[in-house]
């Protein structure tokens, strides 16, 4: 396949990991030390949520863990409005703290999903974690509780991040230019 894209580094892996680490303190102190569940949603927090959890436990979090998919865009780079689980979890957060782990904060409308769907299943607050901030991008309306760093909008990959499931692996966050 012809690929001319080349993709700028907006955030390194070592500025990732060092705002990850500041993000589980931050996170650690906010939350009960009981009763809390990270609850994170796929596919695209997977790298985020795996180096959040070890922070987590590095300061004294260790909490339990939990995964939903959801999916609003197709291959596309603009959500479509409509969320979907495509995978639900299977832990009961009735009376429990959640906190929801997001790559990315963009229209906001995957995590007022998530977020709606596990009060409704009785979790006591739902607390919001985002890696990435696109606050210019909203539609619904939620803030980040714990967010990484603001971006502007551009579409960025890498760190989970994808473009048509590409580049989830790189190790830094990037934008793609063509
Ligand atoms: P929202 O529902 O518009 O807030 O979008 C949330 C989801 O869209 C995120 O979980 C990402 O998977 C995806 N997304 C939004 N912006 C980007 C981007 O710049 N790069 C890659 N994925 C993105
Ligand atoms: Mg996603």
């Not at 949603?41 to 997977?46: A, T």
Request: glycine share 8%; hydrophobic share 50%.
């Amino acid at each position: 396949m012809a690929d001319t894209a080349r993709i700028d580094v907006r955030f390194s892996a070592r500025e990732i990991a060092s705002r990850v680490d500041a993000l589980a303190r931050e996170i650690a102190a906010a939350l009960p030390a009981e009763g809390t569940v990270v609850v994170a949603v796929l596919k695209g927090s997977f790298v985020f949520a795996a180096d959040l959890i070890r922070a987590l436990s590095s300061v004294g979090a260790d909490w339990p863990m939990d995964f939903m998919t959801l999916s609003s865009y197709g291959e596309g780079v603009e959500t479509s409005g409509r969320v979907r689980i495509v995978r639900d979890m299977t832990d009961d957060v009735r009376g429990r703290h959640v906190l929801l782990v997001d790559d990315i904060l963009e229209s906001g409308l995957t995590l007022a999903f998530a977020r709606e769907l596990l009060l409704s299943r009785g979790a006591a607050r739902v607390a919001i974690c985002a890696l990435l901030d696109k606050r210019g991008k909203r539609r619904a309306e939620i803030e980040a509780d714990f967010a990484g760093f603001a971006v502007p909008d551009e579409f960025v990959v890498g760190y989970g991040l994808d473009w048509a499931h590409r580049h989830r692996g790189l190790p830094y966050i990037g934008v793609v230019r063509r």
